[in-house]
């Protein structure tokens, strides 16, 4: 199906290689799912999104299916969301997971970490305000303890509270007593995660040997 | 490792104890007999009562016998608690001044202060005494230092690297061993070494394959001084601990083949070295797994013996290494593997205390025979009987296992890098191959060669003594340097913070959620897959239920972080003596004698509240709570409202007692009991802390005005502002609108008010308790506890027709309502008023407690707060 059609679109292919990095190999493969989950449509919206079983368990399901249909995440400066995203979308989107590798410069390194990190930011920022409010944090935080159990929204609260607080204190020692903290900006959230590394974790493994055959009856 | 300790079992003795002529009587023989001839390598135990039984057989009453230096019977272990002190007494002198352990690593001081004891000895004895021998190293020192390094190993970090230390470990050792083996003989065979040297090829390798193995102990010691980021840090101190499943093999296997000789060894021969192989490994590796499972299931129906709970991860831990070595299995992965399993389970199971004594005591053992073994190395080279020059033989072995090493690990990172998501960089590699220290293990097992078929023991024992040093110290000292000068990527700051913590745990969601949409099978796949059937089965059948519900990590940092704040907040009261209220008189006031009653019947209600709580810390909490009676609170205010002014003595006295009980927080109350460890806190007193930290926490969050901010715009806040930018409390409470608190709490209004129409006609006494009064945020208002009958009693016997005091009302609103979660327990509205005016009277001298917070600033109810209420 998908591949067959895949293997006469070369030049798009290569097309979207260049812009994302992935090997066409790889593209090859993604498109395969993305058919998969499309249903051979040419176009995925949230509900295929939604009927992977494996990410009924995930607390932050929908911030992460939020996230493929942000136009923010799509890197040409447009603001919104889409209701359908096709392919080339749904590769950009994936590009954000690419692992680095042993060639690349210093600086490619570096653009790599901040698109990971604004990636992140982004999922948090839900009204794209270039803040993360203590609102959108607690969010966050509720969604992430929402399968916990035991955690009601209070601890989520007490947490984002506490967390936020920390923030606050990192970022501005010295602040004044008329000066409120809005929230987290971009540049903030990069220096309180700077300790995390994430540019050598926030990757998956991108394989070049399909396995979607042997896996498709477990998410379908 | 140890396996072979059996073979050469008639040798090896416990530390050379035999001070031969040292002894006054000339019973120097005699005492020297049991220790030669020590078919006891089973330890203290049997050889102690052995030595002893020489000793009385020698001495046939010589002098009367009450009076006699019993010098035979205590020798053992006498000898052996003096050495631990001299270590320790070497530690201590070695750390007095770190200048020089930032430059030199401790392990090499140690060994170079064995070099000095060693040569003490020398001087008095003539003979090297002392020296280690493999069964006091590998049966009492290496297991402490092995089951530590399994018990605080990083899972997550260790098995999602495991394929690459696996890959280290193993073929790395292996190549090792030969490459290494496989060259001194060529060089051997061409003359390097000297024509009357009588070593075969099988013995190089049998030499390779000893001091082939990187060493945990001397690895752990020199990087845990240099902290590198944990990827290479998990890299380098996981094959040193793997890896010695491999030396086992490969040095039993070629032992063996070194007694049955070259011609008889065929390829079946070889096969049943390759099979040994995998079943000494994972043979120990999953006995170890085995006797983690139990120390869990263990821990889990030891609630009622708390103060032996310890003890049985140490007895399991070493009988883990014990029955691995009985079963010849690899005996350090048994134990590496055990702590490895069972260290999540009972950390969730057991008593807190017992966590920490666990961990305390993991880290005195573990400390403390690393330092003997260093110390031991060092006073082990003085001796001139092991001492065998030769030059080539030496320096080629030191060329090859470095240059090997490097080969080795360059070469299997290449491969790795291949599969490896985050490829290991060119800088981590060269610290990878430059951390390959050799140690004790090494040392150890040229100790165990048998001299009859190893004609050249001796050399290879100096040989590994150098190679030992050399690594140790030369290696050691030049790590950090080399690290800053490679500017290799360091370890983040110790300690994460809370946004840290959720931030990793949406990582790993998100990382999840998209290896699902993109349809691949990757590390997260199998991670949550493990993750999912860890939490359904594993710690269903490992972990207490009451642990279970308990066990959402990011609460648990939470729960720390508050504690921690409560700590320091504490120490910096302490310091500025701000908490002087707690210990001025005329603070408290005998709560239990006056509410008795009253308490016991709200007590059922409250605890029951308490007991709903599904959260770690309430249930903590209150739990602890309901076992004491009644907290040390300042309930004075109101008891005046009650019974009016109390006698002075009577209250005196009181407080007297009061003070002694907060003074004495560092001090045990001693109760002689062996089954019950008492620590004589007052739970009173922990409760106080720990909702005052919250509170503070919480207030000064909201200082920080998000959330608030937005919609309570409307409210002066600058003119506030200002005021509490002047420190002065009292100032910007009366300042505040009246209504915007009242209306939330109009009978707590009424209880204040009932206070403050007490306070009017005693001024001077009340200004002093002002300073006085204590605040227990154990008392914070709540609105949803109906006010306690003592409050009506009260507002009737004062008259609650004052206006309601500004301050308490102001104070109420911003009682976060999360904070009822967190503190179960108020039941008075009365001593948050306290609070705040004892805040209100030393405002001005003490600045707001903790320092790096922004001062708490008249703040907004926060936007959840109405709703709650």
Redesign the interface.
Known sequence: MGASRSRTENPEIQDLSDQTGFSSEQIRILHRRFRQLSGDEETISKENLEKIQALDKNPIRNQIIEAFFDKRNQKDGKVGSFEEIGFEQFVKVMSHFRPPNLKMTDEDKEAMRREKLRFLFNMHDTDNDGTITLDEYRKVVEELLSKSGAIGPDVAKAISDAAMLEVASINMPHMEPDDFYEGITFEHFEQILKGLEMESRMNIRFLDVDTSTMHCGKSQ | MPQPIRESAPKTVLIQLSLQNGKPNARGPIASGPNASGPNASGPNASGPNASGGGAGGAALEGIPGVALQWIDVKTPFLVALWILVAGLAKMVIEVNHNVTNYIPESALLICCGFLLGGVIWGADGVQTFTLTPTVFFFYLLPQVILDAGYTMPNKLFFSNLGAILVYAIIGTCWNAASVGLSLWGCHQGGAMGPDLDIGLLQYLLFGSLIAAVDPVAVLAVFEQVHV?E?LFIMVFGESLLNDGVTVVLFNVFDAFVSLGGPRINAAEIVKGIVSFFVVAFGGSLLGLVFGVLICLVTRVTKNIRIIEPGFIFVLGYLSYLTAEMLSLSAILAIVFCGIACQRYIKANMDEASVATVQHAMKVLANGSETIIFLFLGISAIDKNIWVWNTGFILLTLLFIFVYRIMGVFFLTWIL?KFR???V?YIDQIIMSYGGLRGAVAYGLAVMLDESKIKEKNLMISTTLVVVYFTVILQGVTMKPLVNWLKV?RA??AE?????K??????D?????????????????MRDKWN?FEVKYLSWLLMKPSAR??R?R??NV?HQ?NLRDAMSYVNEGERRGSLEFIRNESAFVDFKKKFDTDISDMMPDITADAADD??PVPSHMGGTWRHHDIPSVSLEMQDQDLKGLREAEDINSHHLLQQHLYKGRKQHRHRYSRSHFHVNKDEGEVQEIFQRTMRT??E??KS????A??KMSHHP??ED??K??NGNASDWGRSRPHGDAGIEFPESGGAAGGQRSYGDPFPTRVSYRLGAGVENPAFMPDVETQAPPWLTEADGGAGASVEPSQRAQLHLPWT???????APLRISTQSSDSFQRADAASGPETPPPPP????P?PSHPPP?EGSHM
């Open positions: 980021n990827v890098n998501l985050v490829p960089e990527k983040a700051n994460l913070t809370l946004i840290e959720v931030q990793n745990k949406v990582f969601h998100m990382l999840v959620a998209i290896e699902d949409i993109s349809g691949q099978i990757g590390h997260n796949y999912n519900r308990n959402d990011l609460f939470f972080l599904t959260l926490r919480l000064s969050f920080t005005k998000m959330g901010a937005k806040k600058k502002l200002q509490t930018a976060p309502s999360n904070l009822r979660r967190l790096p917070l922004p001062p600033p959840h």
